[in-house]
């Protein structure tokens, strides 16, 4: 059975599509922001940047809520060796639901997220750190700008068993 990463810069949606695909599939929905460590939040909240310390640790926490296969999580997973080490941890096949949006509207919806750790602020950082997924990488696509449910109904209807590789 395969496992779920629902992945995009801050604003994409993962939680929302993520939390709706899981239970679309009946499985447990995890949100990847509930892995990080503590220190983390903080500093995302004072407006830095992670860097690649700060967030090994919770990346091998994302790896391993993802070892019942099944499972659905959201994380950004920017960088392919992020997502490598996501792999590595969860030692249980992964497919990577790619959420693709463009910086305005990206912008629009973390400007109007009153209360969430993530400011606006670091968009533009974390559209520069994004690696989308390889041709390699088991993978889907989808754009932002469709519905919540379009997007899921393009997900459910992909063949996911054999490792999606860059569908749209």
Known sequence: MMSYVVMGV???GKSLIGQAFATAIGAPFIDGD?????????KMSRGEPL??????PWLTRVGQALVPPGTVV??????????D???AVASTPVTFLYLRGQRDTLLTRVSN???????PAL???????????GPDEAHLV????????QIVALFRAADLTDGARGRT
């Open 113 to 119: 997220r009153p209360g969430h750790f993530m400011p």
């Open 123 to 133: 968009l533009d950082s974390q559209l520069a750190t994004l690696e989308p997924p």
């Open 10 to 12: 801050s604003g994409c």
């Open 85 to 87: 080490q996501i792999r």
């Open 74 to 83: 959201a994380c950004s997973a920017l960088k392919r060796k992020y997502r």
């Open 34 to 42: 509930t892995l990080h460590p503590a220190a983390n939040i903080a």
């Open 142 to 149: 989808a754009d932002i700008e469709q519905t919540p449910g």
């Open 51 to 56: 860097d690649d310390t700060d967030r090994a």
